[in-house]
């Protein structure tokens, strides 16, 4: 049984003053979120140097956020109850504050971790609304443009955080790339509560609600081809930083252009990407898992040569991003009965998988090196195409 909230009927809210601000205010928060997120990715090396730790153990301030990711994601809407979702979304926005300013001044190694927990809380909890949140925010038909939009913020972030952090950490140190976000969380937190209109919840959700989609077969698989497939992403680009110091031999401001490059390129594939998912969306589900484990088993190949390392980079950034409006947009059409709850184990399956990929990728870096960190990326993209197959059996029934 799923709540009323989770009905296609949560589409016939009443409408919304002015709904691109809301969703243009969700934008800059995922930018956020994204730049909060992985910015330890681009400063790895000088917060490992400034932290007295190795660049496994400091490529774990992925992990932890990822495990409180995960538990929020289930929790959030279910403890939340009947509380707005617009409460709901400032309150997982100021966390995000919180947490940044605790990164900027951490002294050591223990705070750190703590402050990424806050910001795994923040993670899980505003994905796991994001896109029901959508859903009440603009029509139907808007849904998968909606999705692009928000996801644009994902390639913006993707685009100019990282190789803004390199180089700024670099300038300023890497306690002060995380000053400078501050001012801009808090830019968005007051674009929030102006923005965003009431979202009362209708019915509470229960685990039983949680239960109830996961046991569906079809959404149980696609469950299976997404850790995978964010397994593998992550392994590989928690310690991408460390191959291309020591494989392809770059200094800073190299490293820099490359991201940005990555960066870059994931402009094309939230395009590309928000233009097709709605028709085309099943056919959709290989290609990332595909496409970016072949780059990183060209990485492995051609890793030393800097021009390869740059097309190759750039292939993996299309579909860095393209890869969450494809399964969004597949949420939309086949759990359209139940989002929230969809939507919560999703980013719960997600979470956990960017966990396991920093965790596992750090452990093969600190013990066999990094070659062995990108064979287990490449694997573990296999196994996502074998959950995926033709998509037949992911779509509902």
Known sequence: MTSTENSPASHDSAPVAHPMSAVLSMTLCVSMLIASEFMPVSLLTPMAE???????????????????AVAASLLTAT??????????????????????????????????????????????GFWSLATAVLMRLVPPAKVPQALAIMYTGQALAAAFAAPIGSYLGGLIGWRGVFWVLVPLVVVNLVWQF????????????????????????YFLRALGAIIFTWGSAFTMFTYLRPFLETVTGVGVTTLSILLLVLGCAGFIGTWLAGKLAGDHVIRLLITPPLI?????????????SLVVVAVLLAIW?????????????????????????????????????????????????????????????????????????????????
């Open 292 to 304: 970016m484990g072949a780059v990183t088993l060209g990485l492995l190949v051609s890793g030393h």
């Open 50 to 68: 400034g932290l007295g730790a190795t660049a496994g153990q400091t490529g774990q301030a992925i992990s932890v956020s990822g495990l409180f």
């Open 317 to 397: 950034g299309a579909m860095n991003t393209a890869v969450s409006i494809i399964w969004m947009a597949w949420l939309s059409q086949n759990v359209d009965d139940a989002p929230e709850a969809a939507g919560s184990l999703m980013v719960a399956a997600i979470q956990a998988s960017i966990l396991l990929g920093a965790l596992i990728g750090g452990v093969l870096l600190d013990a066999f090196g990094i070659n062995a960190t990108f064979i287990g990326s490449i694997l573990m993209a296999v196994a996502a195409m074998l959950f995926v197959g033709s998509g037949r059996s992911l779509l509902k029934r």
């Open 79 to 124: 403890v939340a109850g009947r509380i707005d979702r617009k409460i709901v979304l400032l309150t997982m926005t100021t966390l995000m504050l919180i947490s940044l300013v605790m990164i900027a001044l951490a002294p050591n190694f223990a705070v750190l971790m703590s402050a990424r927990a806050l910001l795994g809380i923040t993670i899980g």
């Open 194 to 217: 102006a923005a965003l209109p009431a979202l009362p919840a209708r019915n509470r959700l229960t685990f039983a609600n949680l239960l109830g989609v996961l046991l569906r077969p």
